[in-house]
């Protein structure tokens, strides 16, 4: 049986102690530490490298979402699950998009941290049951709207207009006439396409574009 290695971030001691003691009941979980505050949580997730760390929002000398943020960064082995007071969509998305898998209000059941930490330990989201499940539905479909677009960025301007000319439909031989270069050249282009967003094959091309926003979907049904 995998023993859970958990590390305990809060400003509150009797938190950390009551957390500490309901953990220590458990056989598959060992609380390896306690932090604090936020910048005690990041050092210590970098000298004890655990599995599951349970970080409050509200830690002072640096925030729970700014120390969510720096360990998932430098320790992302370890899984962070937030517990905060605060329902609210857009805080559940901060800390997403910090880096964490876990999101738990506090007050909830000991049964939802436990199911929470071992959810988590295996690299799934796991979101307190007072919150509609849908948060991470729209967090991961933004998410990879927002990463598409990322990569459309990294186009020279003469690729994004092979490349949206490509995703049109239009054969490599079109795409050549219209820009008045040479096949030769728009297939080098396309290769660079290739390599900076992942393929090149129209079909996805056209996909990717009405994905990220930069083809209207109506254009297809013409």
């Not at 436990?114 to 509609?132: D, H, N, Q, W």
């Not at 948060?135 to 092979?162: F, H, M, P």
Request: include cysteine; glycine fraction near 6%.
């Amino acid at each position: 049986m995998s023993v859970i290695k958990v590390l305990i971030a809060d400003d509150h001691v009797m938190v950390r102690e009551g957390l500490c003691q309901l953990l220590g009941t458990q056989p598959d979980i060992k609380v390896v530490g306690e932090a604090s505050d936020g910048m005690e949580a990041l050092e210590k997730a970098k000298t004890l490298r655990p599995d599951v760390l349970l970080l409050d929002i509200a830690m002072p000398v640096l925030s729970g979402l700014e120390a969510a943020s720096l360990i998932c960064q430098t320790v992302p082995e370890t899984r962070v699950i937030i517990l905060s007071m605060y329902e609210k969509e857009a805080y559940v998305h901060r800390a997403l998009s910090a880096g964490a898998l876990g999101y738990l209000l506090k007050g909830e059941p000991s049964d939802a941290l436990l199911e929470a930490i071992r959810v988590v330990f295996k690299g799934r989201y796991f979101l307190s049951p007072k919150m509609t499940s849908g948060i991470i539905d729209v967090y991961l479909k933004n998410r990879k709207k927002e990463l598409g677009a990322s990569r459309y960025e990294l186009l020279t301007e003469r690729e994004k207009q092979v490349f949206l000319l490509l995703a049109e439909g239009n054969s490599s031989a079109t795409v050549s006439d219209i820009l008045c270069i040479s096949p030769k050249t728009i297939e080098k282009h396309r290769a660079n396409i290739c390599k900076k967003i992942g393929f090149s094959n129209p079909i996805d091309m056209m996909k990717y574009a009405v994905r990220i926003g930069v083809i209207d979907p109506e254009f297809w049904k013409s």
